[in-house]
């Protein structure tokens, strides 16, 4: 069941939660080139010993002796062509020679680490751009495919292409939404609108056992997706596995913001929080309530936090926090080093020239964090191969993105430049100078091992920058919003967490000491520690809502058609 000591395999080589927000500022990719280019004219020597090497790795690929080989991981390069086909052999193997001869060569440059960093990640943008798989020409298995359908796959690819040119705003689909239908076989779980103003919609789901618990949950989600990651199929249902396990469980659903919506910020939104807050306190008749937030939702929560904190407002009980960044550092990844001061005063301006980010923007600069993965792989399905993307409820989700507020962007932007979280007392929003050292409330903060978006040891900063004496933090193996869905009965699921009982110390390398692997899911574990603080049981409400808020639409709601 337990095994000591973690093994955290796969961990993401490039990531930041703010890279989709501020993006790569054309200065700032020219900029990055025109430093390897002086770098390396600086050092005629270095150049030459570097391109020697490359030529020697070419003269082995053209005599058939060269051992250059993907790693067994890499899927471009599964097909036995790429072993055995010789032109297909040497196409591949001169991509991996410039690949490697690439790494070396920045390696040998003098660069601090932040230059090195910003120099592999923009290179590798380029490789991966440049793979022979990414051209119907060298790709065997598009060609095979192309033949065993009669050409027909190219056709379809065209279509696939024209459509997403049409639709899509010219990025590549990542997935086939025609299976999904909100509230058919997606977000089923029943329940109903007990609120709506004109920012959020609040969603009071029904009690599936005899008696809940006094204290209810609250969630928060980020502004960036829609709330139904809450409630994707049944067996993922972080929503149902609260409310069979007798949680009152409250989700907030915020509004797609339209260019006019553009003028709401952090202020605005910590106030629809308390307005939340408010309404499940009258529905509930209960004077605590246990919030959770994720990503940029555990933003708004912890200003949320330190808001009510100041105001001497104790209503808030326990808090959960999952893959949340409070406390970047410019070394966490590589795609962190792509974050300038120049790039976020771009971004700022960009933000307010057009009162909102658009959804397909922000889903840009994400899939630029892994293009590999979100970009070149759904072009050869796509394009190469003829195939639909496939149908998969998390795909769907997260493309069904929003937009996003300038004027919260700008917020985000300047919470993390002035490094807000971490410097108590340094900065005034929402009415208050945010201070997390006056949150006393139990906390339990999660990050994913293989997070593409918010760095696991980013995340665990957090642990140290609230004032409360009990935190727990917990390590899911997986990936940013996989690290959250992993329900029990996944084969695959793992956590780790500690060994001791004591809150967790400054340095993650000390807690990763102490810490053991379980075998399981993390919500069992989680529910356990939200059960013990979330008071006394009590027999289940007949009816959603109350007289002051009524059950309207069912949920999801309406927002989330928007």
Not at 502 to 528: G, H, I, R
């Amino acid at each position: 069941m337990a095994q000591d000591g973690p093994t955290l395999e796969g961990e993401p080589e490039v990531t930041m939660a703010l890279g989709p927000l501020v993006g790569l500022a054309r200065e700032d990719f020219v900029g990055a080139i025109a430093m390897l280019l002086r770098e390396t004219a600086s050092d005629p020597g270095r150049a030459f010993k570097h391109a020697q090497s490359f030529s020697e790795d070419v003269v082995q690929i053209m005599t058939g002796k060269s051992e250059l080989a993907p790693n067994p991981k890499d899927r471009r390069f599964m097909d036995p062509a790429f072993s055995f086909n010789p032109f297909y052999k040497a196409g591949m193997q001169y991509f991996l020679a410039v690949e490697k001869g690439t790494k070396r060569w920045i390696e040998d440059l003098e660069l601090d680490a932040l230059e090195r960093d910003r120099a592999s990640f923009i290179s590798q943008i380029i490789i991966d751009a440049l793979a022979p798989t990414n051209s119907f020409a060298l790709n065997p298995m598009a060609q095979k495919r192309a033949i065993d359908s009669g050409g027909l796959s190219l056709v379809k690819g065209l279509r696939n292409a024209y459509d997403d040119m049409v639709n899509n705003d010219f990025m590549v689909s990542q997935v086939d939404k025609k299976p999904f239908e909100l509230g058919e076989n997606i977000a089923t779980s029943p329940g109903a609108v007990v609120y709506r103003d004109e920012m959020f919609e609040l969603i009071q789901y029904q009690p599936s056992t005899e008696e809940v618990y006094e204290i209810p949950q609250l969630t928060i989600p980020p502004q960036i997706n829609k709330m139904y990651i809450n409630d994707l199929s049944p067996e993922k249902s972080v929503v149902k596995f609260q409310v069979d396990n007798g949680i009152q469980t409250f989700v907030i659903s915020w509004r797609n913001p339209s260019e006019n919506m553009g003028v709401w910020g952090m202020d605005e939104y910590v106030d629809a929080c308390v307005r939340a807050l408010d309404a499940v306190q009258e529905i509930t008749g209960s004077d605590t309530v246990n919030v959770s937030g994720g990503c940029s939702g555990g933003q708004t929560m912890s200003v949320l936090l330190s808001k009510l904190a100041a105001e001497k407002d104790d209503r808030i009980g326990a808090a959960t926090m999952m893959v949340c960044v409070l406390e970047p550092k410019p070394g966490d990844t590589e795609a962190s080093s792509l974050i300038s001061e120049n790039g976020i005063a771009l971004a700022k301006q960009r933000a307010k020239r057009q009162g909102v980010i658009e959804a397909s923007s922000l889903a840009r600069g994400f899939a630029w964090l892994r293009p590999n993965d979100l970009i070149w792989n759904y072009v050869i399905n796509n394009y190469l191969m003829g195939e639909d993307p496939p149908a998969f409820d998390v795909l769907f989700w997260n493309a069904d993105a929003t937009n996003l507020s300038a004027t919260l962007m700008g917020d985000f932007l300047d919470l993390f430049e002035a490094n807000a979280y971490a410097e108590p007392g340094t900065f005034d929003i929402a009415g208050h100078s945010l201070d997390l050292t006056n949150v006393k409330s139990d906390m339990f903060i999660l990050g994913g091992v293989t997070d593409h978006i918010t760095p696991w040891r980013a995340c665990y900063r957090s642990t140290q920058l609230f004032g409360s004496k009990n935190v727990e933090f917990v390590l899911s193996q997986s990936g940013h919003m996989q690290a959250i869905l992993n329900p029990p009965g996944n084969p695959k699921a793992k956590y780790f967490k500690s060994k001791k009982k004591t809150k967790p110390p400054a340095s993650v390398e000390k807690w990763m000491e102490d810490t053991e692997e379980v075998q399981n899911s993390w919500w069992p574990y989680w529910m356990e520690w939200l059960q013990s603080r979330s008071g006394e049981e009590k027999p289940a409400p007949a009816k959603l809502g109350s007289k002051a808020n009524k059950p309207s639409d069912p949920a999801p709601g309406t927002y989330v058609l928007e």
